[in-house]
């Protein structure tokens, strides 16, 4: 359980060989296609104009590649990058001093931007607007001192938020360009899972590439994990090819379903089914019953049932459809007769 819930979550785990698979450039870069080519129009504009950048926000599910995205922007403009998260910065003098030690052109991402403190957030307004930025000088104890404005190099802020909708306006309209990632189909998690498998040495059968894709919950983090893991079955079992036999039989032992569904997934569908009689329920009653955390179940777990139309979020509550039903094996009360 503990190690599954570690597999399939689409949360970053440190260690874990990730930096070697991670594409390195726009090209390397699978799927996202909108987006990418309105950053290759944007980076040829502003290094044609010898500018910065304008400030990105991405958002999206966890491990669709917004930390990936924002290495490539840095890689693209030739510029280096900082990376703080929101949650870590908790003063403005912390955030200061980190907008004191940018160079012209550098990129400062800050993951999780919607954890930032208010008082925080608002030392990132003038400086995202104008390049500038108030100190305190002077005075004892924060008493007595006065504020003088400092400008700043011109930089790229690059912000990650799986939430959106927590952004204050005006941070959010302070970026330039705002795109949302979308979750990948079964060719681009394909093409991401031949790549890795290149990067990592691995053989791999065609149709083993697809299954995996198909059970990776629309994540490149997922279908690399799931790779990874994979390969240490065809290791010991099967002379380190990986063949669709091995996958089926590697993902029946680590409880990955034919859908990529883990277990927190089929708690969620079954809590609605079994305790609410499939919804409507609100969010907080459905978390408190399966013992999981609201947070997590929307930011992490609905958004994927919600796309493959297992779950409906309606005024009144989630509910779950026919579709999930039939998934699960359950009968669905309306076509009961
Ligand atoms: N478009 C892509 N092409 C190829 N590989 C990708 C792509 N996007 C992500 N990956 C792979 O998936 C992994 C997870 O991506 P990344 O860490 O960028 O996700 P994230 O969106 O920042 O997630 P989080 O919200 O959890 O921080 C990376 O290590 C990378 O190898
Ligand atoms: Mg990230």
């Given amino acids: 359980m503990e190690e599954n819930e570690r597999l399939m979550s689409s949360t970053e785990v440190v ?19 909108s987006l990418k080519e309105n950053l290759r129009i944007y980076i ?7 500018e910065s950048l304008d400030h990105v926000l991405l958002y999206g599910p966890p491990g669709l590649g917004k930390t990936t995205l924002s290495y490539i922007l840095s890689h693209e403009m030739h510029t280096n990058i900082k990376i703080i998260t929101g949650p870590s910065i908790s003063k403005p003098g912390d955030l200061a001093s980190v907008l004191s030690t940018l160079d012209a052109g550098d ?7 919607h954890r930032l403190p208010k008082v925080v957030e608002e030392v990132l307004y003038p400086a995202m607007e104008d390049f500038e930025m108030d100190v305190m000088v002077g005075g004892e104890n924060g008493q007595g001192g006065r504020s003088v404005r400092l400008p700043l190099p011109p930089f790229t802020l690059v912000g990650a938020t799986t939430r959106a909708g927590d952004l204050s306006s005006p941070l959010r309209d302070r970026f330039g360009i705002i795109s949302k990632l979308e979750y990948y189909n079964e060719a681009q998690l394909s093409a991401i899972i031949a790549r890795s498998s290149r990067v990592l040495g691995v053989s791999i059968d065609e149709d083993a590439i697809i299954e995996i894709a198909k059970r990776s919950r629309g994540t490149p983090r997922i279908a690399n994990r799931l790779l990874r893991r994979i390969r240490d079955f065809a290791q010991v079992l099967n002379n380190g090819v990986i063949s669709k036999a091995i996958v089926d039989d590697a993902l029946v032992r680590l409880h990955v379903d034919s859908l990529g569904l883990d277990e927190v997934d089929i708690r969620y569908l079954r809590g609605i089914i079994e305790r609410f009689h499939g919804g409507p329920v609100g969010l907080e009653a459905l978390a408190n019953s399966i013992s999981e955390e609201t947070t997590t179940l929307e930011d992490v777990y609905e958004p994927y049932l919600i796309q493959i139309g297992f779950v409906n979020r309606t005024s009144r509550g989630r509910v779950v459809t026919e579709k999930a039903y039939k998934h699960l094996g359950i009968h669905h009360p309306e076509t009961l007769f």
């Fill in 44 to 50: 040829q504009a502003a290094l044609q104009r010898n």
């Fill in 15 to 33: 260690g874990d060989e990730e930096e070697s698979i991670r594409p390195g450039s726009l090209d390397e870069y699978i799927g996202q296609d």
């Fill in 107 to 113: 990129i400062l991402f800050i993951d999780e931007i």
